[in-house]
Each structure stands twice: as C-alpha cells, then as structure tokens.
C-alpha cells in the first residue's frame, strides 16, 4: 500500500532554515505528483510547494522564494528546504500524492 513518511521538523529560530524529507512506497514514485502542505490547529490544510514528473514546480505566494521542493526518484523521496523561516511558518507539515496519499505530518515550529 502506499505510504508517505515525512522527517526533519523541529524547533528553528526566526531566520534558520530546516529541510524536510519525505520518504515514499507503494506507487510509481517518478510518475507522480507531489506536494507539500501544512496546517495549523482550527485552520483548513494550506497547500505550499508542488513538484511534477518533469521538474516543474509551483509555490504558495507565502513561502515563494523561501522554500524550494525537489525530488529525488532514485530514492522515491520529495524534499521541501525551508530558509529564511519565520513564526508564521509554524504548523504541521504534510506531504502529498497524487492528490489523494497523505503521510502523517511533521512539526515544524518556528520560535525564539
């Protein structure tokens, strides 16, 4: 069955930077769609980085030029490096496929 496990999160200061992995079974990874989302507690699941088959990759006006998603299908894993954090980055983040599988999220918070 697919699977979708995310890592990497953790407390940063405003400023760092973090680089979140996710590691993916059961689907024919190099073909698929992926996205990254987050979600804060009492807010809907905000869609933030997305990258195709081909490369092609779209951001959320919100992390555009902060955050860069990449793939690796060798390893079956998308990546979303996070610079230049800020407080209102923090949030769950979850990983996507084909708009459908979700992984179960990893705690990003960002705090002096």
């Known amino acids: 069955q697919v699977q979708l496990v995310e890592s990497g999160g953790g407390l940063v200061q405003p400023g760092g930077s973090l680089r979140l992995s996710c590691a993916s079974s059961?689907?024919?990874?190099?073909?698929?769609?992926m996205r990254w989302y987050r979600q804060v507690p009492g807010k809907e699941r905000e869609f933030i980085a997305g990258i195709g088959s081909t490369g092609l990759r779209n951001y959320a006006d919100s992390v555009k030029g902060r955050f860069t998603i990449s793939r690796d299908n060798a390893k079956s894993s998308v990546y979303l490096q996070m610079n230049s954090l800020k407080p209102e980055d923090t949030a769950m983040y979850y990983c996507?496929?084909?708009?459908?599988?979700w992984g179960q999220g990893t705690q990003v918070t960002v705090s002096s």
């Open positions: 996507n496929a084909l708009a459908t599988y």
């Open positions: 059961g689907f024919t990874f190099a073909s698929a769609r």
